[in-house]
């Protein structure tokens, strides 16, 4: 394909203007969306940037930011409630006010949604602000008018979704585009999925003194994968918090809410949030102009390395793509799109490591290959365990004693392959975990790494330790690595 | 040297019995003495540990382990003081128990010291509580006897340290021994030293309502050398807590204290922290009857790799060493002096990238070489500078939008040489740093790792960045590798 072929003849509507012809337009000013731009603009000044929908991002707005600022008030207010045992007297006390944590929280997601705003300042005369629709691979219907451009990408993101039966519910269900807009927490909740979003939003809620039910099918939460893993952590939350196991269903309307079901039980609520998940938002696009092969989930076929949509001058990027929601991927997604769009020939690039956290409380994670994805892949692997139950610092700091990790390796020199975690400080291990593994260290090379006392990467240790005995050349002082020759001092 | 030739004669003293020949005599059964044990105990069961203090180690009766206890309840407690900004009410209402606390603390500690204990079971009837002291390099005298031994290793650890002319004020003056020994809290003190213990304790006292006045000679705090991050942590800490510049002093007693002074001011204070370091416990091991080169401060001269103390069958490990005292470097030296002291020739072992955590708030951490050892060595090296101030996610959690960090690579690929970092979780990105540095990662390899979003380890990308901009070959694309070869999909 070369760039003056894919620019092909232009289709035009009735009554619309044919207003200007591109070098690239993309699709959705969102994280992916505002990545490619930044590499676009590097290579043409001739580029449009079309979102009808409002600016700043989902991860500032409704998603990763107002999350984690709630979840900040939760555990900090959680922590409280044990400070009897610390020598603290008068948590009993402490008072959370709804309506002041929720506008604290809105207020700060609204901040970094205005400063990503303020940061596309420099190029707003180039943002269109009008729904985008294909008629070819190359042509745009903006409603009232028309564009052409040599690249499109496609960078819409992912909406929420309710199926249809619920819909007469609407009312009292809330997704996650609408939760971080409440005025105040309802008094009792149930909670849809304990996916990443139903344990972080779910966890927080129930600390805050929501009266939570969560509803899930499986016996994992946070993504989680690994059977052993999963079924620790789906009952170490069952412990701090009501969770069913099963489908939940909405039995029908009460005074103030819904009744909700799950197996043969029935509780009452004053809403549903629902923490299924996100779906690529690609409805509107009339992609059947296209042409396009689809794959099993009703998304574009598309090289995941280029990121190029079959054959045509058209990139998907971001959470669009369907894969799980990731900033910093749908971010390098934009910047590959980007690239390839102002390009003569498609580049391919590497993806970073895996790696994906749920900010509960212990938090969860996954770092490079996930259990699943090792079975499915078929390959060969030694398992370390590691415990935070016993560690002295997490049982210094109140509620932190919790958490288990599943480390997967090759069985040769003991490369890291994956990791499932939950832990305290998690978040951090897993970076740890995804930068062992991205530097590709022998499991020798990694128990001579510096492990201070006392922190939580203590308990990594033995999962290592675990690993190296179990290798085929199991590492004999696996801690210290002896230097060739003799001491000078002998 | 040979095992047979380093059995030298014996001179007994008068009435002392020669009860028995060991293979090795172990000094010390702190964290060093313990992992010398365990080594030790692969090659011989012919071995003697010997120790006439308080068993259950440094770490877990009066060092990282109480200080840490500690620390978490003052840090939480901190917290609890901006609640109002979260919008959780009430927070004048809580009381800090100092009692409860100090007993909460200590309880810790005495269960991790009777863990080290109940280890050491297994082995107890290896341990003879005497003092030991050298009556020449193979023959140690423990008051009623005399033991011989072919190889000895000293691991007495260290000592807290009061000037001569301080102690007059002695019955006032609290050292770290000491600390975690105090039915309550003091309602004035004075903090001598910024160090690791100064700044840990001083600011959890400070945190917990005690009226600290806290003295440091130098602008800088927990052994930070870059003068630029040295400042910015002195005139951090300044603005939380009182803090002066200047050379302590103790002018003399008051009716339920002490006064102290610094430069022109003066204070009255119930009690002084002595929190100047520790120093290795080498008195009253008659070092004098080996006849040792010494250094410059009082050491036996001993071969870092070997941890041999000359040519003789004599080895140092731990805190002894005169090092900093860190945990994982005790243990490793106990380890490689276990091994040696049972080997026919000395091994040399390769010590692990250096890391230093101090459990300040924010952390304050040293990984890799220190800016001083950089200046010392003079090595040629770039900065990238990181800043967790602004940063989103550290915004949101109360208190924690603070710290900065200097890090120094080398010009050719950015490979970093060492990391001064003062940040919220930055015990934790310290490991993530002393890791890089072990596996001789490149910026740009560094900069192809994952970084989630929102976390405290996205700041790290600002100074890789700087840092890929200023070397020799600069990263054009650094995050993301492109892989050779085009694209199928084409």
Redesign the interface.
């Given at each position: 394909?070369t760039l003056s072929s894919a620019v092909s003849k232009v289709q035009l509507g009735k009554g619309k203007i044919m207003s200007k012809e591109y070098d690239v337009a993309i699709i959705g000013a969102g994280t992916a969306g505002l990545t490619a731009q930044e590499e676009v603009v590097q290579h043409t000044d001739n580029y449009v940037l079309i979102d009808d929908g409002p600016l700043g991002t989902t991860?500032a707005r409704v998603g990763?930011?107002p999350s984690?600022?709630l979840i900040?008030?939760a555990d900090?207010?959680h922590?409280?409630t044990f400070?009897d045992?610390?020598?603290?007297?008068?948590?009993q006390?402490?008072?959370?006010?709804?309506?002041?944590?929720?506008?604290?929280v809105r207020s700060?997601a609204d901040e970094?949604a205005h400063g990503v705003i303020q940061e596309m300042s420099g190029f707003m005369d180039k943002v269109i602000r009008k729904r985008a629709r294909f008629l070819n691979p190359n042509t745009l219907d903006l409603g009232d008018e028309t564009i052409r451009a040599k690249r499109i990408i496609i960078a819409t993101g992912s909406t929420t979704v309710i199926p249809d039966s619920w819909l007469p519910f609407r009312e009292f269900i809330i997704d996650t585009d609408q939760f971080f807009e409440l005025e105040t927490l309802p008094r009792t909740m149930a909670v849809f999925g304990l996916g990443v979003i139903g344990i972080e939003l779910g966890q927080a809620l129930h600390r805050l003194g929501v009266q939570v039910t969560a509803i899930n099918r499986r016996k994992t939460a946070g993504g989680l994968t690994d059977p052993k893993l999963a079924e620790y952590a789906f009952d170490h939350f069952s412990k701090e918090m009501p969770i069913e196991l099963g489908t939940a269903e909405i039995l029908g309307r009460t005074d103030t809410g819904l009744q909700v079901g799950c197996g043969s039980k029935s509780w009452n609520v004053d809403r549903v949030l629902i923490a299924t998940g996100r779906r690529p938002a690609l409805k509107g696009l009339s992609l059947e102009n296209l042409n396009l092969d689809l794959d099993a989930d009703g998304i574009p076929v598309f090289?995941h390395?280029?990121l190029?949509v079959?054959?045509l001058p058209v990139f998907l990027a971001g959470d669009v793509t369907g894969r799980q929601s990731?900033?910093?991927e749908a971010a390098?997604e934009g910047?590959?799109a980007g690239?390839n769009a102002c390009a003569g020939?498609?580049?391919?690039?590497?993806k970073?490591?895996?790696?994906k956290?749920t900010f509960s409380s212990p938090d969860i994670a996954i770092a490079g290959l996930s259990h699943k994805a090792l079975m499915e892949k078929g390959i060969d692997y030694v398992v370390g365990e590691a415990s935070w139950e016993g560690l002295?610092?997490a049982?210094?700091?109140?509620g932190k004693a919790a958490g288990r990790a599943r480390i997967y390796a090759e069985p040769q020199q003991g490369r890291l392959l994956g990791a499932e975690i939950m832990a305290p400080?998690g978040?951090?291990?897993?970076?740890?975990l995804?930068?062992?593994m991205?530097?590709d260290?022998t499991i020798k090379?990694i128990l001579?790494?510096?492990?201070?006392?006392?922190?939580?990467?203590e308990a990594l240790w033995d999962a290592f330790f675990q690993i190296a005995e179990q290798i085929n050349e199991p590492v004999p002082?696996p801690?210290?690595?002896?230097?060739k020759?003799?001491?000078?001092?002998?």
């Open positions: 394909m991860c990763c930011m984690k600022a900040a008030v900090d207010f922590k409280c400070f045992e610390y020598g603290i007297n008068g948590t006390k402490l008072i959370p006010d709804y309506q002041k944590i929720m506008a604290r700060m970094f090289d390395q280029t190029q079959g054959n990731i900033l910093h390098d910047t590959i690239y020939t498609m580049s391919r690039f590497k970073r490591i895996p790696l956290i002295g610092r049982r210094m700091m109140l400080a978040e951090h291990m897993a970076h740890l995804a930068w062992t991205g530097a260290l090379q001579g790494m510096p492990f201070y006392h006392p922190v939580p990467e002082m801690m210290l690595e002896k230097i020759g003799r001491s000078h001092g002998e």
